[in-house]
């Protein structure tokens, strides 16, 4: 950015920062690192909190239905439902094995 631009915004940043008592300031940082984190989001294709599979299983599960707790199938349930959903949702064999793990609830 030119020098001269970067001067005419220094004193709105300043200004911004020093306005209002300090509940707002940091109101104004949150805003700052929400925008950051957002563009961040544009190039990671994972949801920040969680695997990768987390935010496949919410946007790919909830299409048709609610998306299937975690922990309330048993594998074998899962497995049984993959072939019905074969033409339902376009998972890799790797995507759906993963789903299985993250959603199976442990045997007893
Ligand atoms: C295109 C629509 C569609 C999508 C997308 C979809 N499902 Fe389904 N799902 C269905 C339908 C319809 C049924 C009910 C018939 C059946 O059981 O096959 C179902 C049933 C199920 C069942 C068995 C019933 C139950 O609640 O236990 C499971 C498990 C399941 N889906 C898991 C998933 C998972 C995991 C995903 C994401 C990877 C997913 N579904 C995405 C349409 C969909």
């Avoid at 563009?39 to 946007?59: E, F, K, N, V």
Wanted: hydrophobic share 40%.
């Amino acid at each position: 950015m030119p020098r001269d631009a970067f001067r005419g915004i220094l004193p709105v940043l300043t200004m911004i920062f020093n306005f209002g008592p300090r509940p707002v300031q940091t109101a104004m940082c949150a805003l700052l690192v929400v925008a950051a984190l957002g563009l961040a989001g544009c190039t990671q294709a994972a949801a920040p909190d969680g695997p990768p599979i987390a935010s496949l299983h919410s946007h790919q599960c909830g299409r048709c239905h609610i998306p299937p707790e975690p922990k309330t199938r048993t594998r074998a349930q899962l497995e049984d439902a993959v072939p019905r959903h074969d033409r339902r949702v376009h998972l890799s064999h790797d995507d759906w094995q993963a789903m299985i793990d993250y959603l199976a609830a442990p045997a007893n």
